[in-house]
């Protein structure tokens, strides 16, 4: 991805931060105050951030934990799907330009995805990214 496209993804994320946010998708705090159970799941470590912009299920998986999931990344998806076309890029360009934000937004205890798939618990250091992260 060119850096110009790189640049033009950002600035489409972050615009398009309110109406992910109003969906749970990146800025993940306003859905979870509406839905409990995605609060405590994510405090719980049950779910995290996944590198192409959609909510993994961090161990167990249960019916209802994938229930949640699936609903999340459903509503994601329509979000980067609107925001890529308005943008010109991929729908899977937005996804990863999304989920490196998301990573970012986590806090000190979030689960999210490491560059190797690995799941790692966020420190008060910055959480490891994907190189093509912006």
Do not use: F
């Not at 110009?4 to 800025?27: D, E, F, P, Y």
């Not at 405590?40 to 209802?64: F, N, P, S």
């Not at 943008?87 to 689960?111: D, F, H, M, R, S």
């Amino acid at each position: 991805m060119g850096e110009l496209m790189t640049k033009r993804l950002i600035k489409a994320v972050l615009s398009g931060a309110a109406i992910a946010t109003a969906l749970g998708g990146i800025a993940a705090p306003a859905y979870a105050q509406r839905d409990p159970a995605y609060a405590a799941a994510r405090a719980a470590g049950e779910v995290g951030e996944k590198m192409d912009g959609y909510l993994g299920i961090v161990g167990t998986e249960t019916a209802e934990l994938r229930r949640l999931v699936n609903d999340i990344n459903i509503k994601r998806r329509a979000v980067y799907s609107q925001r890529a076309q308005a943008t010109n890029a991929t729908l899977e360009e937005y996804a990863l330009t999304a989920g490196c934000q998301a990573i970012l937004a986590t806090v000190p205890g979030e689960k999210y995805q490491a560059p190797d798939g690995s799941w790692q618990t966020r420190t008060s250091a910055p959480p490891m990214r994907d190189s093509r992260c912006p």
